[in-house]
């Protein structure tokens, strides 16, 4: 999967990194108990289940969870074709 995406709404955030978990409301339970900073709370954009936190040095860290095919022009996506011309959402 690529991910093209600017820090935008985080200040000083040069990168971040989106990580497939299989079961994301379980780590964000783990990930709030333990008392990780919250900088988007768990929703469910483009058929995704996802979060985001930042750890102590700054990293932008995004756990997500596919939870359905969603086409990327609902949500302003491009679907991109590989080098055989096979599409891929």
Do not use: C
Not at 22 to 46: C, F, M, Q, W
Request: proline share 4%; no cysteine.
């Amino acid at each position: 999967m690529v991910v093209q995406s600017s820090a935008g709404e985080v200040q000083d955030a040069r990168h971040s990194i989106i990580v497939r978990v299989p079961e994301v409301k379980g780590h964000h339970a783990t990930s709030t108990n333990r008392g990780a900073r919250i900088l988007k709370p768990l929703a469910d954009p483009y058929g995704e289940r996802q979060y985001t936190a930042q750890d102590l040095g700054g990293h932008i860290w995004t756990f997500s969870q596919s939870i359905s095919d969603v086409d990327p022009a609902r949500w302003g996506g491009k679907l991109l074709a590989d080098e055989s011309g096979t599409t891929e959402l």
